[in-house]
């Protein structure tokens, strides 16, 4: 069999820099050293090598990966590679997140706040939601922010009025933004940032005072994190580095001079709990499947073996969706619910 032709972009840390930052002893957001490991896993969905691990602090409740990936090694692992193996059924069940459904949702919740004249929509990617969220409200003016270049293309794409490419806590973009908005929304962004105490100051310092910050995250205090592990399918490592329970955001807020005005778990719900864990239990249950890493290839019965078997247990994925939607209504109520919204306004 030919040699393999080497990857044209390395798909796992082949670098000097260093990939994880040193192990933490201490909780990051209270300072407590009573930290409970609450596992060690690898890329479940896209199969990258490496292993993370999830602490907890046990004095606030704070969820985070320890050690915490690097600059350099999120980069790494955020960087698509050709010929990398990809898991169809969880990457579906993680696009409701940003489905139109839910962004109407959010924008349907600023309705009583009154029209903003401006809006900056922080981690916008390719800036979905203030497409969506220009139906109902026509006048305002949106803008976006993204690490990466997306949001200039949204800007093309008529999406957005001006896009800034960097983070909200860089000294550059925090000067330049300083003050200037309205309403800041930060939607699913930030359990992905390396500093989420930090964010949330440089979104209130680009808010005008009586603006308006709608977060919706993921809640660590879902009981489905603690039923189903490493397969909760939220946890997503090793993108995902911090998970706030809401009691945190909301003293965190609070602190900040904020009022809060809605924390809620029933609109924001995410029902693929159990079908995600299915979903990614079945493709690890499975031959490992073929990746640019690999020395050697699996052979062509390995690879077939392994697609026939994803297809024929597709039933099962859907079996599971169907129960997640079932007990949604009771999810959403209880704390079996995952995601989580706040709604606060910067006081004058």
Not at 55 to 71: I, K, S
Request: glycine fraction near 6%; proline fraction near 11%.
């Amino acid at each position: 069999m030919p040699a393999r032709p080497a990857p044209s972009a390395p798909p796992a840390p082949r670098t000097s820099a260093p990939v994880h930052e040193p192990r933490r002893e201490d909780c990051p957001w209270c300072g407590s050293a009573r930290l409970r490991n609450r596992l060690r896993t690898g890329d479940l969905r896209e199969y990258k090598p490496g292993v993370f691990t999830v602490d907890e602090c046990r004095a606030c409740g704070h969820t985070f990966q320890n050690p915490r990936l690097t600059a350099e090694g999120l980069a790494l692992y955020h960087r698509s590679v050709r010929g990398a193996p990809r898991d169809p059924a969880s990457d579906g069940l993680l696009a409701l997140r940003a489905s139109p459904r839910r962004h109407r949702s959010a924008a349907r919740a600023m309705l009583r706040t009154g029209e903003p004249e401006s809006w900056l929509d922080v981690g916008t990617g390719h800036a979905r939601f203030p497409a969506t969220a220009r139906r109902y409200f026509p006048y305002t003016a949106f803008d976006g922010l993204d690490p990466t270049p997306r949001v200039v293309r949204a800007r093309s794409a008529d999406r957005v009025e001006e896009a800034h490419v960097g983070r909200l806590t860089e000294p550059r973009i925090a000067a330049e933004l300083r003050g200037r908005y309205d309403v800041v929304s930060m939607l699913h962004h930030l359990e992905g940032t390396p500093d989420p105490r930090a964010e949330l100051r440089a979104a209130l310092g680009v808010l005008r005072p009586g603006g308006h910050l709608i977060v919706e995250t993921l809640s660590p205090r879902s009981v489905f994190a603690a039923l189903l592990g490493r397969w909760w399918l939220p946890y997503d490592q090793p993108r995902h580095l911090h998970l706030l329970p809401p009691r945190n955001l909301r003293a965190e807020l609070e602190s900040a001079g904020c009022e809060i005005l809605t924390l809620d778990h029933r609109p924001v719900h995410i029902p693929h709990d159990l079908s995600g864990a299915v979903a990614l239990a079945l493709s690890h249950s499975l031959p490992a499947p073929d990746t640019p890493w690999r020395a050697v290839p699996p052979p062509p019965l390995h690879r077939h073996t392994r697609t026939a078997l994803l297809r024929a247990g597709m039933p099962l994925v859907a079996l599971a969706a169907a129960a997640d939607h079932l007990v949604a209504p009771v999810a959403r109520r209880t704390r079996f619910a995952n995601t989580y919204r706040v709604i606060a306004r910067k006081t004058p």
